[in-house]
């Protein structure tokens, strides 16, 4: 059975240290195809609700990506807390949320357990269930769960951002989670993909606030590379200057508005 937290999480309030934490890639237990893009976007929202904790400091998923790409290792499929320390320690994060899901019957189960990186050992299990369509609402309980964990006890503002839906659509979001898929290729041709997909997102629900955020972002990398290459550029980052600021417009509390609002 995992082990007891630390007995300095115990004491309730803000924790004594900023804890740095990262969510990796779950397992898609059911191996259902369809649903394999949950292995990365279940992860990508937990971190978007997270870093709404002040005490929490989240692991971007792009540096995931690359130090577990480094390892020669799956993105899906990590349960092995022994793995899962090691990615931790190169990725220089101290807890490391690992697991998997499972749908059956538009029912989907997410179970999470927290790993300390320095001991390798499993803090706590967490699960919880329910409807595939209400997925966003069982990611907030889970959200809630993993803090209390944690032994944080969270502000009144920081739990009401932290449930703030980012979109009530399931097939914009999948788009979303393929447009930050292909924008981690790094190169023209995924950041020129990435810009369709998000706007595909953004026809489902116009206000979906990553999505325009995600615009701005890959137009802005797509201008710089333009730019280094002596092509024209100016109207892309324009373009991504206007996406940016209605991200920030919708949501001014939204880290990745603001994100690529710098970026622009």
């Excluded at 299990?125 to 369509?133: C, K, Q, S, V």
């Excluded at 009144?156 to 999948?174: H, V």
């Excluded at 325009?212 to 990398?221: E, M, N, P, S």
């Amino acid at each position: 059975p995992p082990s007891a937290p630390p007995a300095e999480l115990l004491k309730g309030g803000p924790l004594p240290f900023k804890a740095t934490v990262a969510v990796l890639a779950l397992d898609n237990i059911s191996k259902k195809s369809e649903l394999e893009w949950l292995s990365e976007g279940i992860p990508e929202s937990m971190i978007a609700k997270l870093q709404n904790v002040r005490s929490l400091h989240m692991v971007e998923r792009m540096r995931i990506r690359r130090v577990i790409e480094e390892l020669k290792l799956n993105m899906s499929g990590m349960v092995d807390p022994d793995k899962a320390q090691m990615a931790g320690k190169l990725i220089g994060a101290d807890t490391i949320l690992i697991g998997g899901f499972m749908e059956s019957r538009g029912e989907v189960r997410i179970t999470m357990r927290l790993v300390q990186v320095e001991k390798g050992s499993v803090l706590h299990a967490i699960e919880e269930t329910g409807l595939l369509d209400r997925i966003f609402q069982v990611q907030d309980r889970l959200a809630e769960r993993l803090v209390a964990a944690l032994g944080y006890r969270m502000e009144a503002d920081e739990g009401r951002r932290m449930t703030l839906a980012a979109t009530n659509s399931l097939q914009a979001y999948k788009f979303y989670v393929r447009g930050r898929d292909q924008y981690f290729r790094f190169n023209r041709e995924g950041y020129e993909k990435a810009i369709e997909l998000y706007r595909e997102a953004i026809r489902l629900d116009p206000g979906f606030v990553l999505a325009h955020a995600g615009i701005g972002d890959a137009l802005a990398t797509l201008s710089y590379s333009r730019r280094k290459a002596g092509e024209s550029y100016e109207g892309l980052l324009r373009q991504s200057r206007e996406s940016a600021e209605k991200a920030v417009a919708l949501n001014p509390a939204s880290s990745e508005a603001n994100r690529a609002m710098a970026h622009a």
